[in-house]
């Protein structure tokens, strides 16, 4: 939730991470899912 701190912006994720790398996680994840964007992943 965004009161504890563990939602991201999606112009501050699109500087940390390659855009291509982003756009192949969010296009693998189910659109019901969560999106877990981490180093691992």
């Known amino acids: 939730s ?3 701190g563990n939602v ?3 112009l501050d994720l699109m500087d940390a ?3 291509r ?3 192949l996680l ?3 994840a ?3 899912s969560p999106i ?4 691992d992943s």
């Open 2 to 4: 965004k009161s504890l």
């Open 8 to 10: 991201s912006n999606l």
């Open 17 to 19: 991470y390659d855009p």
């Open 21 to 23: 790398a982003f756009r």
């Open 26 to 28: 969010v296009l693998r």
């Open 30 to 32: 189910h659109y019901r």
């Open 36 to 39: 877990d964007v981490s180093d």
